[in-house]
């Protein structure tokens, strides 16, 4: 069993899959073991917790550019204006 279903994490995140966001999600938590499970050791499932949701929203979601979003990282990739193509009234579709 690995480190993140011991911990809990991973049963949660495959309740919610459908499709393709298996794979997304498969990358999200190798990206979460490489970058942070396997770069500490934790005392218990709390302290795990807390590391583990510090890096979610402190560097995840907030600095890391994801190639997905091109290359922007979740936060900029949200606030990022949107050009909309005009609606043209004579086009057929």
């Known amino acids: 069993m690995t480190k993140a279903r011991l ?5 949660e995140l495959w309740v919610i ?6 794979l997304t999600i498969e990358r999200f938590l190798l990206n979460l073991k490489r970058e942070r499970m396997w770069q500490r050791q934790y005392a218990n499932h709390d302290e795990a ?9 402190g560097f995840y979601n907030a ?9 922007l990282s979740p936060a900029a990739y949200e606030v990022k204006p949107t050009v909309k193509e005009p609606i043209c009234p004579f086009e057929i579709t």
Request: aromatic share 10%; net charge neutral; hydrophobic share 35%.
């Open 7 to 11: 911990l809990g994490f991973a049963t």
């Open 17 to 22: 899959a459908r499709g393709d966001e298996p």
């Open 49 to 57: 917790g807390r590391d583990i949701n510090q890096y979610i929203v």
């Open 63 to 71: 600095v890391r550019l994801h190639p997905t979003l091109g290359y």
